[in-house]
């Protein structure tokens, strides 16, 4: 007997692993080794107690070398364990470790049929077909991929920095782009940071200083992602600059910002304040010299003049650049939710703002220089509201602009209130603080201790109903600005009536508009709208697209601690990427027979990852390995079968099918003493 | 083709309409190179040859038989059998012979429910004796005879075999010229790698001359929903287009006429199944935003089965319809 | 010496469900691995092959295992929005609908063909439905469909996917 389908010279060996006991007591491994050795092709078979072990791994390389098999099937556990071993063990016999297939009965098998008649069986069945697969099964190499040792890093953040700074600090050269024109994204409009009370600039401004001091890296602001091109080891990604309108810094720039007459809403300072259209956010920021808004600035000239006719220019043309980089780190951050406009009362009363609007005014540095007051009046009462935009059920919030509800939680919205209450509380003592919750979720390490603070200090605490969230109104008796209605399932689901000065909604965090980022680099993305990684757990900051790592909160809620660990994490993927100079990548890619290509184009548009493209001159499709991830997705829906993934094509998976679907041959019965004895069964 | 040694040529209407039969003709003038060339020994819709005339024949004494149609009941069974014993090559010819063709749809029905719709529950038929044809019947004159209706429509090559397989409903004329003419002329026809003649290696894609936005289709229309824009590909504009998943060689006439290519010519050459060739084709143009709306688009089809094997049931894995009915 | 067990394959006495599942290698071949690690027990009728990606399931593949004698497919992917590949089960959320509105035309019941999602946490899930999915087509019955189509006399060609059809 021989290997089907004219490939005669098909000698497989089977090789039935015990597990100790984990297969053997359920499964007979050695009437499964007897009909083995019955199957076509094959021309050895035997058992082991231990096939990973070092001895059971012996075995199948000198059963190779004596009997002259050219393909072997172990079956055992489950391939996700020990599928690499054996194919090591088959290459060290010198065969090529593909043409080794894995039978999974211990997972799949003795670990899930307690009947031993039916474990036999269905064990022999998949030898069956791994046998039958074996046999169509043709050498495949892993391709090899040269990366280049340099990172692009998206986002001036505090993810962004901290890959860039750890990558840099590896001698890797890394080129890092900030959409904006100033560096720090939401670090540098926070005040205070838990869990150390440090200023948000201190932190800042030591990572930039060890950032843009370094020589291996070079920052980019104003760049805007235009295009990309190539893939893991080497990304060709096209940036727009957008300039900046400032190339030196004026002699006297209060007299410049002073000469600029038009105005905007100051973004930085979360609206809170205005600025003019040439601007810098805040004293320190980094790159230090202003930048012109453009969507703003009209040109007028009166800056140039103040400036006195040097370092501003309002003629300048974007310029395009080409970054070429081994992998991609992206750290864009996210958003805060979006208020629609009277939502628990914002944007209707003066008095209702965000948490981060607080932050600001907390801020000396800020727009009120760091007193609390709304339009010039003191605040008695203030009230903290959670779970804005976090935490919403269907039927009780009204959907986003897009149709969809935050049903997530944001994580970092109730340390950050606690923080900022007992901020509050610290500095304004008098002030009375209400915080209406519907969880508090003080998470982190040492986050509970602003919780236990604000306690002491006098908090009051009440639990609203998700069902029926607060009400914000105004005073009916016109004391107070504002009136929050709600009930206290702290009490007895009492209705409550507060009167406040302020309420600050503590809002949850979204993940921004990523559309031009996601179609660039095919990212995957969750039902919650961030990045997803491949797996939370094995690989937590990869994007299944290859040589795309996730920094920072690109990829759900966190804090600067969290975020800063994630792009730490990133960093050192993505540095031992690129370190190794090159690297492998599965065999299973797509191949196109281009005697049957009909041009129709269909894969081109189904390929996950954009490795399909049409040769003009033939008008047929054609395969870039390098982008090829081998899902095979291409190959199921290829309407002429032109296409066939290396290791899963047609011939191999129908053989796997059709022995499978076989009539099932008597199972011989072994008694123990007729066992093999250990002994391998050759021919 | 050469005058000296006349051949013997046969052509034979099956279960199919008889449009092979007017594609032959087709050829024009070149009719006349064929009768110079050949005597048509059989060909019950043009000469008056009897079966009887067949059987005198000796065996394996005509060169050529084109046969079209599939196989619904016991005559054409025996014309099959009795032509293969006739003839040194037995072509195949047409989308009905070659794949079981529209006929063959009625294997998504009973032979039973078919008789019901044609003898019985049908407000034309006037039938109060509930007669139904029987193959046997006595009658004051002795036995009559009425060939078996057959449970399934059958391919040529379910029931003899079979030379050549010549696709397409009908096959075009060019391409039926040049097969008939190397077959005259004792050559094998140009064929693809599964063996089939007077069509294309590629399918109807290949042909199309019109290209694509590279776009997602939203939702099925149909043609009396709307004009086509010219140019643009039919699928992409929701139009089920089976041209994916087709045979090539009419070079896309249907769709130059801006009506969807409905599948003719059969499935592209190494695919079993084109019903299942043109789902795995959809699935890779279709991108609902859910399941349900998956399952929403699917709907919008109607006649699945209809659609994707419209001319090719029996070519098809699973050819027929459970006679035992299922529960769905 | 191989006596072949046909009595199972006709549905006689000893007849036991045979299933082909069709899983993911990221989530739903894992997901299966987890139900063993657990200690699930679930029933040995669901022989399983294994694809990259669910997105690799061509429905000729579906049509090829019924026509071969299965007498049920289970196709498994990750959930969407968790493909390894992006978007690679989006193509099968797609395709099984259609595969199902074509085997309904067939008159083969909605119980012998099942596609879910199961992620590599879902042991539990797994083990669920493939016990649902063998008792269904258990009190479906056998589908016999190679019986069937020799009885009606169809040829049916040899090799399983890539086959030209039968020419002499």
Redesign the interface.
Known sequence: MSGGNGNGSVRVGVFICHCGGNIADVVDVEAAAQAAARMPGVAFSSTHMFCCSDPGQAMIVQAIRDHGLNRVVVAACSPSLHEATFRRAAAHAGLNPFLCLHANIREQVSWVVRDRAQATRKAVRLIRAAVARSAHLAPLERRRLPIRPSVLVIGGGVAGLTAARDLASRGIEVTLIESSPFLGGRLAQLYRIYPTGQFARDVLNRLIREVAGHPKVKIYTNAQLWSSEGFIGDFRTTVRLIPRGVTEEPADLQAVLDACPEEAVDQFNLGLAKRKAIYRPYDGCYPPLPAIDWRTCTRCGACVEAAGGRGIQLDQEPEQIEIRSGAIVLAVGLDTYPLRHGEYGYGKFPEVITLAQLNRLLDPTGPTGGRVEIRGRPVRRVGFLHCVGSLQRKGVHPPMRDGRINEYCSRVCCTTTMHTAAELKSRFPELQVYDFHEHIRTYGRKHENYYDRVCEQGVVFIRFDPARPPRVESDPKGEWPLVVRTVDRLTSGEELEVPLDLLVLATGLVARDMKRLIDLYRCSVGPDRFLLEVHPKLRPVELASSGLFLAGSVQGPMDIAEATAAAAAAASKAAALVCAGSIELDPYVARVDETRCSGCRICLQACPFGAIARREETRQAVVNEALCMGCGTCAALCPCNAIQQCGFDDRQIGAELEALLAPEPELAAVSSQEAFDGKAQGR | MSANSRKRIAVFWASSCGGCDISLLEIGPRLLDVAAAADIVFWPCATDFKYHDVEKLPDGSIDVCLFNGGVRNSEQHEVALLLRRKSRVLVAYGACAADGGIPALANLVSRRAILDAVYHANLSTDNPAATEPRPLCAAPAGELHLPEFYGQVYRLCDVVDVDHVLPGCPPQAERVWETLKALLDGQAPEAGADGRVGCSPRTVCDECPREKKLVRVEAFRRHHEFRPEPGWCLLEQGLLCMGPATRGGCGALCIRADMRCEGCYGPPAGVADQGASMIGALSGVLDPASEEKAYALVSQIPDPAGTFYRFSLPSGLLKARRQDGGNP | ??????D??DGGSGWEP?I?GFLCQWCS??G??N???A????P?NV???????S????????????????DGVLVLGCH?????????N??????M??????????????GRFRHDWVS?AEGEKF?RVVAEMTEEVRRLGPLR?PQ??QE????T?A??????????
């Open positions: 010496m191989e006596r072949r067990r046909e199972r394959q045979r082909i071949y894992t299966a691995d139900a063993g690690t200690r699930i027990q679930y040995p022989d399983v092959i294994k694809v990259m990606c997105g690799r399931v061509d429905p000729e593949l579906v049509l090829a295992a019924l026509a071969r004698g299965a969407p929005g968790d493909c390894h590949y992006i978007s690679g989006h193509k099968t959320m797609v395709r609908p259609l595969v199902r509105s074509v085997l309904r035309d067939f008159g083969i019941e909605e590599a083990a469909w069937r189509l009606s006399g169809f040829r060609c090799a399983p996917a890539p086959c030209g059809e039968a020419v002499r």
